[in-house]
């Protein structure tokens, strides 16, 4: 048996990991974990005055701390009918590209370049990238600054609240965030261009939808009242839970998140390719030169229009001082404690953040946070199984655990929002009892024989089936007796779903594998007349409760008995199903 | 010329990785840091980490999960200093709220209702001396720079840390700013501990109380003072708890002759 695993993935935040365990030429689970403990932050928050769940808030991560405290702000004004006037809103904006300039330059320069140009890290790239990384550490301590500048602190800082500023930065503060960020430009020229024209793999390539905040009047930016989604739809940011729609799975404590029952990505990647169109400047021409159908499908992308909007940050900075210096300095808004709610939305780095708030009596009587990495959770285990299948079947198995880590690397997560862990493992020869105990466990699977009689080892899940109705096992269905508008989840989505069935998955005749029927649906070369029978009948969550009991064929010829191996299998099933 | 520095690690438990940004935050000093001490272990910042015996251990995060509680208690084993770092590890931290084990459990149960955990089992978070001997104690949501740079340097010379025992009223009156409790505005500046150079305070703002409670003698009279301006009991309570966690009922029970 052997497994292939990675030293725990530094240069990162948090604990968590990917795993895939692997069974022949099938990758039979993949599952993106977060071990970092639960904070309750939500519950804890309720209760306390609106200043004080401000004040709280942010500490849910070092990295996004303002965006954290942007959200909250945005959703307590919207809550308690605050207006901020356009002086607070522009600084805020600052403060939040200073962000924004601080995550994208870390991840690019430290977290991902090396990967791509093959070293071990930041420190052994600086003997050959020694210019890139010095300058990309000076950009990084801007970044800081200008969060420093205007929170307080390099790291959860309090001066933004509730109405405006504690105290506004001055004239001369601004003007040299302004200077800098010009005299950086050239650089972040550099870095989108290099970013750009990276060899990115094509594995894993495949479609998805993507979701980012809509700002106001056809411009790029990162907050926004409005949602927009890749297929067209717009959202009120009010109305966000239509998008998010979280969900908990047993393995980790980050929720996870479905649009219209499918996953979704946000980040950087979302933002450009919903509003690319809108960049204009050297950004826009950028954008114009290196933007392809690609990166509409291929998440490795997210690096480089990582890179277009720090380059798009760069650019904004000087505008947003000369618009703010015009304004006059203003008290923070005077407001008073009324019941209400609302929702917040702001771009963090890594992706979409929403908090939402009910006030009830001056206290929080109601609070929900949606993260970025919460809503990508799904997309990365897709990812990473589609990466993991497409280099099994092309025979490179040797690199699945370094693909799967740059695939979930590229999304940036955030783990307290992410250390990650790629591990690549061999599935034990019986690992399928354990699972299918697991599954008995809840409740008796519902199952259905798959097969075509008469044909030697392809018509032994029929007669498997049979065998268990014989034994008195309830609700167990034949290929043949399903009509097509059969919901075969009716009645609980907790009881899963198994089909049994003899497929080709690399191993040797009789070896048996559960796989879960989502990886079969996502992957092209698997499919088979599975496909049609169950795509349109099962929504998402069912779709995660079903799986496929596999056996290795011996063979498949028309009129020919049931090979000895795969009886054996078939014997050790019903051993293991029955009641 | 390596065997002679003292090795270090630095670790992460539950909590927002603030404390060991903010190390990474010391650019400019970063390079001398990992020049003066061998750092064994720093996640956050290398991938070649070893876990072997320790002079000194930097913990940062409360220990919310059995694994944590695993790793806590093997990094105690092999290190002669265990250091805290930051609020959660010293005092809980703001996920250490719920002081009730069993309000703890109902509201965990709110938000992952009956769905059984199979990667690690979630424990009530707590500070990290409620499991294991901590030798020193370096307060702050998150750690103050300067406050982490004479830690480190003393630790490295072998003397222990230095920590104000004063409140932030005292960096606050060093940079001359008006008493926001003369203007009527609750801040917690008497009641916490100093170290963060009142940054709330120079910004017009309140002291959250981010840094926990003073050790101070007089903080009895400080309490009682701000009852005396008008603020009710349990809005100084509650606001004081928001970053103290567990902690904060020893606190309560160390003020003496408390006005109610």
Known sequence: MKKISIEHLARLEGNGGVTATIDGKVVTEVKFVVNEGPRLVERLTLGKTPEEDVNIVPRICAICTLSHKYAALRAMEKALDVKVPPKVTLLRELMHLGEMVESHSLHLYFLALPDYVGFPNAVAMASKFGFEVKIALEMKHFGNHIMKTMSGRFIHGENPVIGGFGKFPSREELILIKNRAIQFMPFALKTAKLFAELDYPDCPEAETQYAC????????????????????????????????????????????????????????????????????????????????????????????????????????????????????????????????????????????????????????????????????????????????????????????????????????????????????????????????????????????????????????????????????????????????????????????????????????????????????????????????????????????????????PETIQEGGEISRPVREAMEKILEEIKI | MQQDKLKIGIYELTGCAGDALLILDCEDELVNIFKAANIQSFLMAKSDNIDGELDVALVEGSVSTEKELGELLEIRKRSKFVVAIGICATLGGVQANFLDPREWKENYQKVYGQVEMTNTKALQPKPIDAYVKVDYYLPGCPIGKEQFLSTFARLLAGNPPELYNFPVCVECKWHENDCLLNKDILCLGPLTAAGCGSVCTDHNLPCVGCWGPTGEANRTSEFNLLLEKGFALDLIKNKMANFSGTKIAEFFAQLKGEKR
């Not at chain 1, 690096?303 to 703010?324: K, M, T, W």
């Not at chain 1, 025979?395 to 799967?404: C, L, P």
């Not at chain 1, 599954?439 to 899940?461: E, T, Y």
């Not at chain 1, 796989?515 to 998402?540: A, G």
């Open chain 1, 213 to 552: 905040c809509k700002p106001s009047g056809n411009k790029f930016g990162f907050v926004g009242d409005e949602i927009i989604i890749s297929n067209g739809d717009v959202i009120d940011s009010q109305d966000y839970k239509s998008l998010t729609n979280e969900f908990i799975v047993s393995h980790s404590y980050c929720k996870r998140s479905l649009y219209k029952e499918k996953p979704y990505s946000v980040g950087a990647l979302a933002r450009v390719n919903n509003l690319g169109e809108r960049l204009t400047g050297e950004t826009g021409k950028m954008y114009k030169k290196y933007f392809s159908p690609r990166w509409k499908k291929n998440p490795l992308f997210n690096n480089a229009a990582q890179a277009l909007e720090l380059l798009y940050s760069f650019e904004r900075i000087p505008g947003v001082v000369d618009e703010a210096l015009k304004l006059p300095d203003a008290s923070i808004v005077p407001y008073i404690k009324k019941d209400g709610k609302g929702a917040g939305a702001v771009e963090a780095p890594r992706g979409t953040l929403f908090h939402y708030y009910e006030i009830s009596k001056g206290r929080v009587a109601s609070a929900d946070i949606v993260t970025p990495t919460a809503q990508n959770a799904e997309d990365i285990e897709r990812y990473c199984y589609l990466t993991a299948q497409k280099l099994l079947e092309t025979g490179q198995e040797d690199k699945i655990r370094d693909r799967m880590d740059l695939v979930v690397r590229s999304f940036d997560p955030c783990i307290s929002c992410s250390v990650h862990m790629a591990q690549v493992k061999k599935a034990p020869e019986e690992d399928w009892k354990e699972k299918l105990a697991d599954l008995k466990k809840k409740q008796m699977p519902i199952f259905v024989g798959l097969g075509i009689s008469n044909r030697s080892d392809d018509s032994a899940c029929l007669e498997l089936a049979s065998k268990l109705r014989q034994q008195g096992v309830p609700d167990v269905l034949m290929e043949s007796e399903i009509e097509e508008n059969d919901t075969l989840h009716e009645k609980s989505p907790e009881r899963s779903l198994i089909f049994l069935d003899a497929i080709d998955f690399g191993g040797n005749p009789g070896r048996i594998a559960l796989i879960p029927l989502q990886h079969l649906i996502w992957d092209s070369v698997l499919s088979h007349r599975l496909l049609p029978l169950v795509s349109s009948q099962l929504d998402y969550a069912q779709l995660k409760n079903s799986f496929v009991l596999g056996i290795q």
